[in-house]
């Protein structure tokens, strides 16, 4: 017998276990869920201290190369799962529990979001399988669970995995020397601020909107700027290479937010990833209005930029201030020609480093000079590049300046580069766990994702805009 019904905002789903003393066992979960955000899946009336395993299926676009090398868009079905033990009332808090067996082995509630396997996977051979057809009309936004136990699927329920809430206002921003989104949710007040940075991926109109979005629905007037872009993303008012990029950008950025109304330009903070990491550093070295800086995977000196070292052979710097170009640590070339040249590209900027060193005094950042609260999170299993030891760098350089209270860190000892985002994305869409020991762990890189969401958002929402940060 299947039942569905909706209590306070909750899809709750029931299908009677046993019907001859009618135990009815559902599935708690929200209509939809704002991506980032713990999914309160909860399980009820099952009979107590029994074994229940928990299905999440996902269906998602991913980009393959067809036979003739030319990519596509391809949908892809992934399945994660694990196993509970429920409480005396027969209960389980799906976000909070831990496993004992499955796709994950410790509570996290986006675990389920982000572990699974494709479809026919070795790993999947011992549990239930399922097939495309249960999937025919679900959306890379939809998210099914299937509770399974003695063998037979009992409960079953799904919720929409939110990209943004509803009512936020956009307006696309492209003015001589800035370009990029604006978003800000509908609230009452003056909303604090977030401006957002790209990394080496490059910027573009979606993307750009997706970065604002996901600041905004949590509660921050947000502009995601697109500091340079690849010639495909067609955006002719934005360079396509990121070389000598202007630091002054974030003033312009802070000048167009100071005609929006309800925006407070006491608590704008920098949010940037990698390369962007690096721009929203420096530019805290620059600016005293910025309030705070969130730099994800950064590093601690200036570096070569790109997009024309094929085309000329002298290299330029990323950045730029005041019409002059900054101090750079030159970079060893990349040749996609010569495979093994270097076992990632972190092994390229280190022995760039090494090789370059006397180009390190002038390249420095230098944090110090910073009145921003800074939080940086990082890795040390970059494979792009070192991001833990130059977060450590920059953190010895604001200990040596006599203030340690500015800084907040967290360095993840097994993840890699891709700690960015919201901690959902599924690991395995285009992640392979590599084999050799040095090599980064996909589940940690994910959980330290939901992690450094977790810290980002904790860290923007701190009451007093000058307070310094708990260590």
């Known amino acids: 017998m299947f039942d569905r019904f909706i209590v306070l905002g909750l899809v709750v789903i029931g299908i009677t276990f046993n019907e001859a003393n009618c ?7 929200p209509v939809s869920v704002l991506d980032g955000s713990a999914p309160g899946i909860k399980l009820n009336d099952f009979p107590p201290k029994s074994r229940v395993l928990v299905h999440v299926i996902r269906r998602l676009e991913k980009y393959e190369a067809d036979a003739g090398g030319n990519w596509q868009q391809v949908k892809k079905s992934l399945h994660a799962w694990a196993g ?10 799906v976000d909070t529990a831990t496993p004992f067996e499955g796709t ?7 675990a389920l979001l982000r572990t699974g396997y494709y479809f026919g996977d070795p790993n999947l051979k011992n549990v239930r399988q399922f097939t495309d057809l249960e999937l025919t009309d679900a959306d890379a936004d939809d998210v099914l669970i299937k509770v ?15 990209a943004e809430i509803e009512g936020l ?19 009452d007040g003056r909303l604090p601020v977030v401006i957002s940075l790209h990394g080496s991926e490059g910027g573009s109109a979606a993307k750009a909107r997706g970065r604002a979005a996901i600041f905004a629905s949590n509660g921050f007037a947000t502009l995601a700027i697109n500091y340079f872009a690849y010639p495909y993303e067609g955006i002719g008012s934005v360079s396509t290479s990121h070389i000598e990029t202007p630091i002054e950008m974030v003033e312009k950025a802070r000048q167009w937010l100071s005609k929006c109304p309800d925006v407070d330009l006491d608590r704008v903070s920098l949010y940037g990833v990698s390369k962007g990491a690096e721009f929203a550093c420096i530019a805290a070295t620059k600016y005293d209005w910025i309030e705070s800086v969130i730099a994800v995977v950064p590093s601690d000196i200036v570096w070569a930029g790109y997009g024309e070292e094929f085309l000329n052979s002298e290299q330029k710097s990323s950045w730029s201030f005041d019409g002059k170009p900054l101090a750079f640590v030159p970079l060893f070339p990349f040749d996609p020609t010569k495979t093994g040249l270097y076992r990632t590209n972190t092994e390229r900027y280190s022995r760039s480093r090494k090789f370059y060193r006397d180009s390190i005094a002038g ?23 070192a991001s833990g030891d130059m977060a ?17 860190v967290r360095i993840f000892p097994l993840a890699g580069h891709q700690i960015a985002g919201t901690g959902t ?6 992640g392979v766990q590599a084999e050799d020991a040095n090599a980064k762990d996909l589940v940690a890189e994910g959980q330290s994702a939901g992690e450094s969401w977790k810290l980002t958002l904790e860290f923007l929402n701190r009451v007093d805009p000058r307070q310094s940060p708990k260590q």
């Open 84 to 93: 509970f033990i429920t409480d005396e009332v027969g209960q389980v808090n």
């Open 148 to 162: 399974e136990q003695d063998g037979d699927i009992i409960a079953e329920a799904q919720f929409n995995l939110l």
């Open 104 to 110: 994950y082995n410790s509570p996290d509630p986006l």
């Open 23 to 29: 135990e009815g066992q559902t599935i708690q979960v």
């Open 425 to 430: 994305f599924p690991i395995r869409l285009y």
């Open 392 to 408: 450590r760098n920059l953190v010895e350089r604001l200990v040596d300046a006599g203030k340690p209270g500015q800084v907040s």
């Open 169 to 187: 206002e956009f307006e696309t921003v492209s003015i001589p020397g800035l370009n990029g989104v604006f978003a800000r949710p509908k609230k």
């Open 363 to 385: 390249a420095r950042i230098p944090i110090e000079k910073s009145s921003a609260r800074l939080l940086l999170l990082a890795s040390d299993r970059d494979e792009v590049w």
